[in-house]
């Protein structure tokens, strides 16, 4: 199965911006849906955005306009761009891509 790592979070004050970045190798990975997940402390894990192997995406509503799910498949990497953060976007994010397992997460802490 598909093992995916990501990187690029940490701490950043409201308003501003980071880049999430899921790589994972194979050719599983590149051709298939990869979705992205966050989990806030004593909440349950939610769907946040998803891309298909052909770059079609889909988000949470609570999500659009702010966050962009994109991927370079010749890096073999799936890109969430998180913009206009907010205090309640801090979050565990993880990396979902079909027939794998989930990432190890990565810490996103917006400040007020």
């Known amino acids: 199965q598909v093992q995916p790592v990501e990187s690029g979070g940490g701490l950043v004050q409201a308003g501003g911006s980071l880049r999430l970045s899921c790589a994972a190798s194979?050719?599983?990975?590149?051709?298939?849906?990869v979705r992205w997940y966050r989990q806030a402390p004593g909440q349950k894990r939610e769907f946040v955005a998803s891309i298909t192997g052909g770059g079609s995406t889909a988000y949470a509503d609570s999500m659009k306009g702010r966050f962009t799910i994109s991927r370079d498949n010749a890096k073999n990497t799936v890109y969430l761009q998180l913009n206009s953060l907010k205090p309640e976007d801090t979050a565990v994010y993880y990396c979902?891509?079909?027939?794998?397992?989930w990432g190890q997460g990565i810490q996103v802490t917006v400040s007020s």
């Open positions: 979902l891509p079909a027939y794998g397992n």
């Open positions: 194979g050719s599983m990975f590149s051709t298939n849906t």
